[in-house]
């Protein structure tokens, strides 16, 4: 017998509604899952049809995937939250996190694996796919890798010199001399194996430790 689970898939695309709702038929009653094609349609619709999950794009007209799902979270902390989409970037990911969604699947995943993260985050778990996964893997080595080489002083640093600010402009701010900002730059270039400030924000960019 299939579940009944009422779900509301949100995408401002006609044919991915229509394929998304297909694709969840073999599993669930077709009758309890409704398809919206922006966040205040979905949102005018609640009170008629409040749904345990809902599936949501980022890219969308009026409100984006994330206005939706920090609204939800606000408004509607039981309602399940699962990320669908393409758009599977590092900052993406980490602000979908941090609004509280339970979970993250590319649009490129089959039926059966959104369908396992369907029933993973109504039983209060967590699901990313396996390429979120190992996105959310590479970002924690990198984060790690931070804290291990360079003090907490020297990642500002690294930080500022990647804004373009001057050692005497980093001095003013962090309320230190510029001849501590040299230093903290000479020991930041030999853990870096580099020898000035263009390689080292060249090297931040590339290892995660700043984006421009």
């Known amino acids: 017998m299939k579940r009944q689970l009422r779900i509301a898939i ?89 609004i509280g969604v339970n979970g993250f699947i590319s649009k490129a995943s089959q039926p059966e694996e959104l369908c396992n993260a369907i029933e993973t985050i109504t039983e209060d778990a967590d699901y990313f796919g396996r390429d979120i996964a190992q996105i959310l893997k590479e970002v924690s080595a990198t984060k790690k890798l931070q804290d291990e080489i360079f003090s907490p002083r020297e990642l500002e640093i690294i930080r500022y010199c990647a804004d373009g600010l001057m050692s005497k402009e980093i001095a003013e701010k962090l309320c230190i001399s510029a001849r501590t900002v040299e230093g903290h730059k000479l020991s930041i270039f030999r853990k870096m194996g580099i020898s000035n400030t263009a390689e080292l924000i060249k090297y931040s960019v590339k290892h995660g430790i700043v984006r421009l």
């Open 10 to 98: 949100i995408d401002d695309h006609p044919l991915f509604l229509m394929g998304t709702r297909m694709a969840l038929m073999p599993f669930y009653d077709i009758h309890s899952i409704r398809t919206f094609s922006s966040g205040p349609q979905f949102f005018g619709e609640i009170p008629n049809f409040k749904p345990e999950v809902v599936l949501l794009d980022i890219i969308m007209p009026e409100m984006n995937g994330l206005q939706v799902a920090q609204k939800l979270h606000d408004e509607f902390p039981d309602i399940k939250i699962l990320i669908l989409s393409a758009e599977t970037d590092e900052a993406t990911i980490l602000k979908a996190m941090e």
